[in-house]
């Protein structure tokens, strides 16, 4: 059985017409002779909708009972026995009641779909996981429902249900999407012109990337590899040169002319991952195109006009800029260029040649392809092709006429091969050059003279200084190509160490410039900050007083950049300055990297400190706002008792017995003590939270405090059963506190209890410490839950502030660890909840 399409109306808002349109869909399908059903379809008391319904089939809903409440939700099961060829299904991102097949409605429709059914649902756009924050940062509303963007992605079809915001808010006064009662605050809030057009822009931006998809995929499917102009894209080639940040702005330039035009960047790097650009300057000038909104490619082809039209076209690129080139006119009458090349095969993508200063100045030789070689190595060279050519001839000599020319000249190659392992080109060239001299003179007829007879030995001469100078030449290029990838390679272990470091969470700023001073054999390494108050100025790099140390490794430190044998600029107000001598280009650019990992770990450092200043104050207010929330309802039910206590005895028209008064004052008075229950409370968590309670921990008997605790809890006392033995010892406690722990926990004990069973507090000594148990009968919670109940504001987790504010296990616990002891839950065995309060034994009482 193949799977069923889905089609997914989306909306900007509600009330902009989706399930208006779904209905409408649904009933041209009945008209054309189609099975279509309505799995579940809400109208929200909008008549004009509700009267599309009128005649189509309703699949029955499945009703659900959830804390006594009756809810209607899709029967999945019903609409899959039905087998019809379309299914109406409303609210994708619906979440299903407790207790339902499925937590989401997306997952209803998902089993649906496997059916072999067709199904056309809705989705606003506030409701897909990817926007969620935006929309929450837009209209100030929390969205509680989403769905995954993928699910939606993954739609055979989504259609954009729109209406400009003016028309929808003209709906919404009219009373055609909410009830009258409700208009004027929806319009003042939700439903403003602004939230409304950016939700609006939102979904068409996101409809777009999806239709974007679906033309790749297209053109993938069909091997379309020419541009198709849909939507401006700007690519710029990088070849990490001083020119790329002229051709960065341009290219951005470029893409600004068009609204929602693309702006990428891409660098050409070759298959053997050698020769390259200088890593520094392409991060440099990829941070410059993220921060204009593009973003950065890399792409390996030894071809570079190939590749880039490759990527210019597999991104479906409409524009494409580069630079004009640095090569001189010598260099390009042997090569048109890549600007050339690139133009003449570009096809229908413009392209842009962007000239720049460094345009014709020549290609700059890295700084360390210079240095292939060791110095060691290229003097043996030269001792070599200086005194072993001669060496070589005086060995040869007397052999002079057993061996041939080509004999000789094969010796004498051999030799020069081993000068260009040794020391290079040069003085493997120089080492032909001085063999066929030596040649010519010594073992060329006629000997002793540079005249040559035989033409031959002048061919075999002039083979033999060609293929030294090839030989030497190839055997130079792969001892710098050796040294570039041994140098790649060290450079790839020591970021690869670097990145680990990091991950593993050791990047703290000393430890990094230590490792950095390790590396590059630095006496010392310093990351200075500029001061605040500092001015800038051309001399500020030698003044002390306009630099702070920020961290330091190793010897003296640096107090400016000034000082430093080498300084790396990290941003504006941020340098790394090193002591030990300068280092070449490519030491550079690996420092450079440390020296951003650096800046990182500073700045995570100062993220965490500035975090862990703000936590007290976030817990603060969100202790305050939750009590804003949470408290009115625990202050108003007893104030409203006491209240009408007071003004019915206050009534003089009422004759009231003493039996009626009695009851009066007795509600009064437990409104009132339950008023001042809620205060201390709030009071002691308060301090709590401050850190500023006062605990006095002294030796106390344990049979003096539950007694009393038991009769604070007034007319609950009578379901308390005590089993305290008076053989127990000494604990150490706060006496008041602890009464406070206590009738905490018995009254939690009693409101949780069933009517006809009572809570039972035992205590037991084990070893150096005391377990009192309050032990209820019940429902208990569940494992997962237990540390949920100690939060304060909430009760098991649903932060219902109908039922109290919630404080007293969040207090009962901060009051119990402010006594050094600890209060954890455990299941009752047969059912209910036991909380376990572990206290100390008094020193005295261990002692006796």
């Known amino acids: 059985m193949s799977r069923g399409r889905l089609r997914v109306y989306l909306g900007a808002a509600p009330g902009v017409g989706k399930t208006y349109a779904m209905l409408g869909e649904g009933r041209r399908g009945l008209e054309r002779g189609r099975d279509v059903v309505v799995g579940f379809v809400e109208t929200h008391g909008r008549a004009r909708t509700a009267a ?70 809705t989705v606003n756009i506030q409701h ?103 939507r401006e894209r700007v690519v710029v080639a990088l070849t990490g040169g001083p020119e790329g940040d002229t051709l960065v702005r341009r290219a951005a330039r470029i893409a600004d002319r068009t609204k929602g035009a693309d702006l990428l960047a891409v660098h050409v790097t070759s298959a053997d991952g050698l020769a390259g650009a200088d890593p520094a300057s392409l991060t440099r000038q990829r941070t410059l195109v993220e921060d204009m909104g593009g973003t950065y490619h890399q792409v390996v082809g030894d071809d570079i006009p190939r590749a880039l039209l490759d990527f210019a076209r597999g991104v479906n690129a409409t524009q494409l800029v580069l630079g004009a080139s640095r090569r001189g006119r010598f260099a390009q009458v042997f090569s048109r260029g890549v600007g050339v090349e690139t133009t003449a095969r570009s096809g229908s993508i413009d ?5 720049h200063d460094e345009a014709k100045r020549g290609r700059r030789r890295p700084a360390h392809s ?119 390679s060290a450079d790839a272990e020591l970021l690869s160490t670097l990145a680990g470091h990091v991950l593993r969470g050791q990047a703290a700023v000393p430890s990094l410039l230590e490792r950095m001073r390790e590396t590059f054999g630095l006496t010392s390494a310093t990351l200075l900050e500029r001061r605040p108050e500092a001015a800038r100025t ?69 993220l965490q400190q500035a975090a862990e200043q703000a936590r007290p104050l976030a817990e603060a207010d969100k202790m305050r706002t939750a009590l804003l929330a949470a408290v009115s309802h625990d202050l108003r039910t007893p104030l409203a008792s006491a209240k009408a206590a007071v003004e019915s005895l206050g009534n003089t028209e009422v004759a009231w017995s003493e039996q009626d008064r009695a009851e009066l004052l007795a509600t009064a008075e437990e409104s009132l003590d339950m008023l001042d229950r809620l205060v201390a409370n709030l009071l002691d968590m308060s301090r709590l939270q401050a850190g500023v309670l006062g605990v006095t921990r002294q030796p106390i008997a344990l049979e003096e405090v539950v007694p009393r605790a038991i009769d604070d809890l007034g007319p ?46 035992t205590a037991s000594w084990h070893g150096d410490h005391m377990e009192i148990r309050v032990m209820d009968r019940g429902p208990g919670i569940p494992p997962e839950a237990h540390d949920r109940v100690f939060q304060p504001f909430q009760r098991l987790g649903d932060r219902d502030n109908h039922s109290g504010v919630g404080l007293g296990l969040a207090l009962s616990r901060g009051l119990t660890e402010a006594m050094g002891g600890t209060l954890v839950p455990e299941e009752t065995p047969g059912g209910g909840l036991t909380m376990i309060l572990t206290l100390s034994i008094s020193t005295r009482a261990l002692t006796s």
């Not at 003179?441 to 035989?454: A, C, L, M, R, S």
Request: proline share 6%; charged share 25%.
């Open 52 to 121: 599309l319904l009128e005649g189509m089939e309703l699949i029955p809903r499945k009703t659900i009972v959830y804390r006594g409440a009756t809810f209607t939700e899709l029967d999945v099961d019903a609409v899959i026995e039905r087998a019809p060829k379309v299914a109406l299904i409303d609210e994708l991102a619906h979440t299903n009641v407790p207790g339902s097949k499925n937590v989401k409605r997306w997952q209803d429709i998902d089993e649906v779909l496997d059916a072999g059914i067709d199904v056309i649902s």
């Open 128 to 230: 897909l996981e990817s926007v969620n924050d935006v929309v929450q940062e837009i209209t100030g509303v929390p969205q509680r429902e989403t769905v995954p963007d993928q699910v939606v992605r993954r739609a055979d079809q989504v259609e954009l249900v729109d209406m400009a915001p003016e028309a929808l808010r003209r709906r919404m006064a009219h009373g055609n999407i909410y009830a009258p009662v409700k208009v004027d605050a929806a319009l003042s809030n939700y439903f403003r012109v602004g939230n409304l057009t950016a939700l609006r822009e939102l979904a068409l931006l996101w409809v777009a990337g999806k239709v974007d998809d679906q033309l790749d995929r297209y053109r993938a499917d069909h091997g379309i590899a020419t541009t198709w102009e849909a």
């Open 351 to 355: 392209v842009h040649m962007i000239t």
């Open 370 to 488: 210079r240095a292939a070689l060791t110095r060691a190595r290229r003097l043996s060279g030269w001792v070599l092709a200086v005194a072993g050519m001669p060496a070589l001839t005086a060995a040869l000599s007397p052999f002079r006429d057993v061996l041939s020319l080509p004999s000789e000249i094969l010796i004498f190659l051999c030799l020069t091969v081993g000068v260009a392992l040794a020391g290079g080109m040069w003085p493997a060239i120089t080492a032909a050059v001085g063999g066929s001299l030596l040649l010519n003179w010594y073992f060329t007829p006629p000997v002793g003279e540079f005249t040559i007879n035989d033409p031959e030995n002048l061919f075999a001469l002039v083979v033999f200084v060609l293929v030294a100078a090839a030989v030497s030449t190839i055997v130079d290029i792969a001892a710098r190509h050796t040294r570039q990838a041994a140098r790649a």
């Open 538 to 606: 051309p001399v500020d790099q030698s003044d002390p007083d306009a630099w702070r140390i920020v961290a330091t490794s190793g010897g003296a430190p640096s107090t400016c950049p000034g000082q430093a044998d080498t300084d790396v600029v990290i941003d504006d107000d941020m340098i790394l300055a090193a002591h030990g001598g300068p280092l070449d280009a490519a030491d550079r650019t690996v420092l450079e990297a440390f020296a951003a990992e650096a800046a990182v770990a500073l700045r995570q450092e100062r």
């Open 716 to 761: 609950l006392r009578d379901r308390i059963e005590g089993d305290i033995s008076t053989e127990l010892p000494e604990i150490l406690a706060d006496p008041v506190l602890l009464e406070r722990v206590l009738v905490n926990l018995m009254s939690n004990a009693v409101r949780y209890s069933p009517p006809d069973k009572t809570v039972l507090i």
